[in-house]
């Protein structure tokens, strides 16, 4: 008999077949940049800023040479923005000074970079450089929790469950499928189970203690 996460894995796959990162970018520059800005902010609004920051700053060697207080001129709705701006600057220097101004296609390099945690490099890791990798944002971290395929407090338990319930090849995809069903059915505050594919195997639309709000 197929097991839950299965079932919860098929159905996620069939409802969003054409998952895809939502940031807009077109190089590894761009989605470090791009991923950087998105922290406590919606994809929609660094959307918004990133065409004319990219037009400003077009790659690390440009970006390095700025002034943070110029670069804060551009991402001032994306909150937190004079330390963003300060990162940003910060990263692109050790980009040019490091890697020769390209993005370092290695987990543990793209942590170390200023304002680049370990969900970032995850994301980069994956979406620019095909790596397989389970970001865990507020998203992913909240359905994943609520399905029973992480029962865990932290992230950091929850990217390692979800390694283990989904595999290996599946990873990147899984991570986009979460995404989108905590962004159109599984919301924080109202999840829709009644309207939910999902609920017959989910943990918490079942009562289960496991599923966790
Ligand atoms: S059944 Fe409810 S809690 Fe479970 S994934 Fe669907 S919306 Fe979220």
Request: hydrophobic share 45%.
């Amino acid at each position: 008999m197929a097991h839950a996460f299965d079932h919860i894995l098929a159905e996620l796959e069939r409802l969003y077949p054409d998952a895809k990162p939502a940031l807009h970018f077109r190089n590894p520059f761009e989605l470090l940049v791009a991923v950087i800005l998105s922290a406590q902010c919606t994809d929609v609004k660094v959307n918004a800023v990133t065409p004319a920051l990219f037009a400003a700053y077009p790659d690390a060697h440009a970006l390095a040479a700025a002034e943070p207080l110029e670069v804060e001129g551009y991402i001032r709705t994306c909150g937190l923005y004079h330390n963003k701006a300060k990162n940003l600057v910060a990263t692109a220097k050790t980009l040019v000074d490091s890697y020769g101004g390209e993005v370092p296609a290695d987990h543990e390099k793209l942590t170390q970079l200023p304002g680049v945690g370990r969900k970032t490099a995850n994301v980069v890791m994956s979406c620019a450089f095909g790596a397989d990798a389970i970001a865990v944002d507020t998203h992913v971290f909240r359905v994943s929790n609520r399905l029973g395929l992480a029962d865990a407090n932290d992230v950091l338990k929850t990217e390692q469950q979800l390694m283990r319930s989904i595999p290996r090849e599946k990873w990147s995809l899984a991570h986009h499928w979460i995404i989108f069903h905590g962004r159109r059915v599984c919301a924080a505050r109202k999840p829709d189970c009644a309207n939910c594919t999902l609920s017959a195997w989910c943990e918490y639309a079942q009562g289960n203690p496991k599923g966790k709000k």
